[in-house]
């Protein structure tokens, strides 16, 4: 059994979800839940659980501010929000769980079985997503692996390449990453930055574009590499880049 704790300031979001997971969830047990997060602190270091829905916007003490203080636990952790939808890219571009209101019951199921399978993200995976919801710069992404999640810099990434439903980051120094992530999944965060899709199966990073063959559509990219441009970015990149 995954004893659970709850945490979410509206009472009727901790009773819809106490029964969802009753009805469906066999193997979760709610331990305790917690409509004010002062309370719910204690109840974390008391009751130990094994998993945690924990609401982000709260008063008194946020969702973010709260895991810094329990973050010594060892615990599975879902996020309940209703956010926008940009900020649920950050979700799913830092690999982490979450579940969105009003909870759907086939995606809590699916939630609850990886919770089985993970422990807490490390801290610095939650402080690149709370840069992101606060619209602050972000130089980093996370990737999850095999060995645990890896920490890139933006300015390591060359170019990232579509390979079926994964995509190929190559990055400097003959490096490169697979990740379970579709093309589109990655533009939607990188073109936050100073990344433009310029083809349907790339995605460059504008800083370390070498040269324009503009007859040809071509990029040569910093380790030498060519990119294809496609007829409709071409002259997107001419007017927004200003390159002749």
Partial sequence: MLRTIIIDDEPDSVKLLQLQLSQYCPNVEVVGSYIGSVKALDGIET????????DIEMPVINGFEMLDKVLHNNFSLVFVTAYNQFALKAFRFNALDFLV???DTKELIEAVAKAEQRIKPPSAQLSLL???????PVTKIAIPGQNGVSFI???EIIFVEASNNYSKL????????LISKTLKDVQEVLEEEHFLRVHRQYIINLNHVKQFNRNEGLLTMSNGEHI???RNQKEHLIEKYRWL
């Fill in 47 to 54: 009751l130990s659980p094994d998993l945690l829905f924990l």
């Fill in 130 to 136: 709370q840069k992101q919801l606060r619209g602050e």
């Fill in 228 to 230: 294809p441009v496609a």
């Fill in 101 to 103: 209101k009003p909870i």
């Fill in 170 to 177: 190559i990055l400097t120094e003959n490096r490169h990453f």
């Fill in 153 to 155: 810099d933006l300015n």
